[in-house]
């Protein structure tokens, strides 16, 4: 599967278009977590703990669009958009939402 932000992929015709797919992850930070990144804040540095918890949330949400986009017979995927976001009330979950165009070329 080709992944691509933009909206053609170089080199390559894009021979049908099978709709827009989506993949969503949500993951809830635990309170260690939390705890330690708060301490990283005070201190300064980046939280690693939050880095890797976001990667394996891009992560899902990409392979859970990539499976759909299989699924429509498509072997590339043009126009990828990633958002983040916090929910909750003290933004105790990330939520990372991938979507694009699923297509064949």
């Given at each position: 599967m080709i992944h691509s932000t933009t909206p053609t992929i170089e080199g390559k015709s894009i021979t049908r278009y099978h709709g827009v797919v989506t993949g969503e992850a949500i993951l809830g930070a635990n309170i260690f977590k939390d705890l330690f990144a708060g301490i990283r804040d005070?201190?300064?540095?980046?939280?690693?703990?939050?880095?890797?918890?976001?990667?394996?949330?891009?992560?899902?949400?990409?392979?859970?669009?990539?499976?759909?986009?299989?699924?429509?017979?498509a072997n590339a995927i043009v126009g990828?958009?990633?958002?983040?976001?916090?929910?909750?009330?003290?933004?105790?979950?990330?939520?990372?939402a991938v979507s694009g165009t699923a297509v064949s070329v």
């Open positions: 005070i201190v300064g540095g980046r939280s690693a703990a939050y880095e890797k918890e976001l990667q394996r949330a891009r992560q899902i949400a990409m392979d859970e669009m990539s499976h759909r986009a299989q699924s429509l017979g990828i958009d990633i958002d983040y976001e916090t929910l909750g009330q003290n933004g105790g979950m990330m939520m990372v």
